[in-house]
């Protein structure tokens, strides 16, 4: 064996074993109701041009840049340029006329992410947009 092409063999190893295991820890796995319910959350509120502010300034808030943002459908999409692009469109429409429904659905590429975690980081920081813009804290 050629001793002198081991290191480039075990670097080229080491890159492709590396660029592998990113997208996968972010995109994660699991069925596609739990995907939908980690996805999704409700608002004790009627409001939806309020919400749609609260979801921009949040997007914003995470890094995203918006690239479009449709009022009348309810839709918000953005990107986030990081060590990835990731592209985020989240959905806000009235649920039995009592609550509002937001939907976020990330993207990496073409694969879905379901990684809790990138919702729940964008939920929590949104529970605090309402929070504080239902109860007209600035």
């Known amino acids: 064996m050629n001793y002198r092409l081991l290191p480039w063999l ?9 660029c592998a295991t990113t997208d ?7 069925s596609q109701v739990e995907i939908r319910q980690i996805q999704t959350r409700e608002y004790d509120t009627l409001n ?5 502010r609260s979801v921009i300034a949040t997007l914003q808030d995470l ?3 918006i690239d479009k943002a449709d009022a009348t459908l309810g839709t918000v999409t953005a990107t986030r ?4 692009v990731m592209r985020m469109t989240v959905t806000v429409r009235e649920k039995d006329g ?6 976020a659905n990330a993207r990496i590429n073409e ?6 975690k990138t919702y729940q980081d964008f939920f929590v920081a ?4 309402m929070f504080l813009t239902l109860n007209k804290v600035d």
């Open 10 to 18: 075990l670097l080229q190893a080491l890159m492709i074993a590396g």
């Open 24 to 30: 996968s820890q972010i995109a994660g796995s699991g």
């Open 48 to 52: 939806k041009a309020m919400t749609l």
């Open 63 to 65: 890094s995203f840049v």
């Open 81 to 84: 340029y990081d060590r990835y």
């Open 98 to 103: 009592e609550r509002i429904a937001v939907r």
């Open 111 to 116: 694969d879905a992410v379901t990684d809790p």
């Open 126 to 129: 949104l529970d605090k947009a």
